[in-house]
Each structure stands twice: as structure tokens, then as C-alpha cells.
T-cell receptor, first 110, second 113 residues
Framework: TQLLEQSPQFLSIQEGENLTVYCNSS?????LQWYRQEPGEGPVLLVT?????EVKKLKRLTFQFGDARKDSSLHITAAQPGDTGLYLC??????????FGTGTRLKVLA | KAGVTQTPRYLIKTRGQQVTLSCSPI?????VSWYQQTPGQGLQFLFE???????NKGNFPGRFSGRQFSNSRSEMNVSTLELGDSALYLC????????????FGPGTRLTVL
């Protein structure tokens, strides 16, 4: 069974702090996506990484795909209250479309 | 371009009843996937439809079924509802089958009493 474990589960930080969220698995994925979900809404795609070792930047967000394509990280620089939400990683699986991670709930305090 | 729409947004049912949820994908998208999201289990894949055919299926009981129409709109049905079926049901559309970029709708919040 493919599993994606995210850590930490919960994170509460002050505005301006930096943070890193991890997404780990024992399985190899052909690609990995990161989403942010706000209450009452569906997940919104932030980025897709497909190559081992790939690093992508989206303003203050930096995404990295592990060399072995089993893990990924999301780093947020100078977090803002607007970054608050549930962050989900999802690994592409041929059988089950996407396997979603357990989620990291981030709260950024002003 | 309009996004994925799901109806209804909220639904309250009692145990034993059945429910049908609807999803309209982004115009031109032919693949529709359904997911169940609960606090305990997270986001779990139910099934995927492409060109009116179920192409992938997750590990859910047969009470969960779906279909897709020729205009790519999809419906999901849950029969004999159980308390544990209370969840946010999300629909996602993508332009092609397979692990293409998928766009989620806002979900239908189902509460089973």
C-alpha cells in the first residue's frame, strides 16, 4: 500500500517566520503535487514536480522533489496570514490516480 | 473558463438512505475523478471516469458507484448510507486520463445522521 506521510501535522507560527513541510514515502512516484486547501473549498494545485532533485519556486514558496522521487518538501519564507490552510502533497500513482498525504494544517498568526 | 462545479454543496441524510452527487467538469475536460475527504482518513480516491467509462477504482465498497454522461458531467451515488459516510466529497477534472493536472471543485459536504 502506498502511503504519503506528512510532517508536521499541525504548525502554528508567527507572521514572518520560515517553515518547512515534509512529505515522505517508501514508494517511488512519477510526479508529485502540492495543494493548498482552505475551509469549505477544494484543494488548489500549487505545483507539480516530476524530476528527481527538481526545485521549483513560486514567490515565497520553494518546492523540492527528492532525488529518488520518494519524498518532497515545501519551504515557505516569511510566512503571511494568507498562507494559512491545509497543505497536501499527492503522489501520482498509476492505479489510484493520486495518493494524497496526511496533510499539514498551517496557521500563520498576524 | 468556468471551474469545476458540484451540486449540492451541502446535504443532510439519515442512515439507510441513498444520495446522488453531481459534478460538472471544466469545459473540454473529459476525465472526472471523485475523492472522499474525512478528518480521520484524509483524502481518498474513489474512482475515475473517462469517456463515460470507469477507468480506475479505489478501495471502497460497492455502495459507492458513479457514472459519466456524454457531456462529461458525472454523478456519484452512495446507497444505504452509514454514519461513516459523512465526509466532504470532492470532484476533480482533468483534460486527459492518467496523471494529468487535476482541478478540484468546492466539494459536497454530506452529513449522515
Amino acid at each position: 500500500t502506498q502511503l504519503l506521510e506528512q510532517s508536521p501535522q499541525f504548525l502554528s507560527i508567527q507572521e514572518g517566520e520560515n517553515l518547512t513541510v515534509y512529505c515522505n514515502s517508501s514508494s517511488v512516484f512519477s510526479s508529485l503535487q502540492w495543494y493548498r486547501q482552505e475551509p469549505g473549498e477544494g484543494p488548489v494545485l500549487l505545483v507539480t514536480v516530476v524530476t528527481g532533485g527538481e526545485v521549483k519556486k513560486l514567490k515565497r514558496l520553494t518546492f523540492q522533489f527528492g532525488d529518488a522521487r520518494k519524498d518532497s518538501s515545501l519551504h515557505i519564507t516569511a510566512a503571511q496570514p494568507g498562507d494559512t490552510g491545509l497543505y497536501l502533497c499527492a503522489g501520482a500513482s498509476g492505479t489510484y490516480k493520486y495518493i494524497f498525504g496526511t496533510g499539514t494544517r498551517l496557521k500563520v498568526l498576524a | 473558463k468556468a471551474g469545476v462545479t458540484q451540486t449540492p454543496r451541502y446535504l443532510i441524510k439519515t442512515r439507510g438512505q441513498q444520495v446522488t452527487l453531481s459534478c460538472s467538469p471544466i469545459s473540454g475536460h473529459r476525465s472526472v475523478s471523485w475523492y472522499q475527504q474525512t478528518p480521520g482518513q484524509g483524502l481518498q480516491f474513489l474512482f475515475e471516469y473517462f469517456s463515460e467509462t470507469q477507468r480506475n477504482k479505489g478501495n471502497f465498497p460497492g455502495r459507492f458507484s458513479g457514472r459519466q454522461f456524454s457531456n462529461s458531467r458525472s454523478e456519484m451515488n452512495v446507497s444505504t448510507l452509514e454514519l461513516g459516510d459523512s465526509a466532504l466529497y470532492l470532484c476533480a477534472s482533468s483534460s486527459q486520463i492518467g496523471t494529468d493536472t487535476q482541478y478540484f471543485g468546492p466539494g459536497t459536504r454530506l452529513t449522515v445522521l
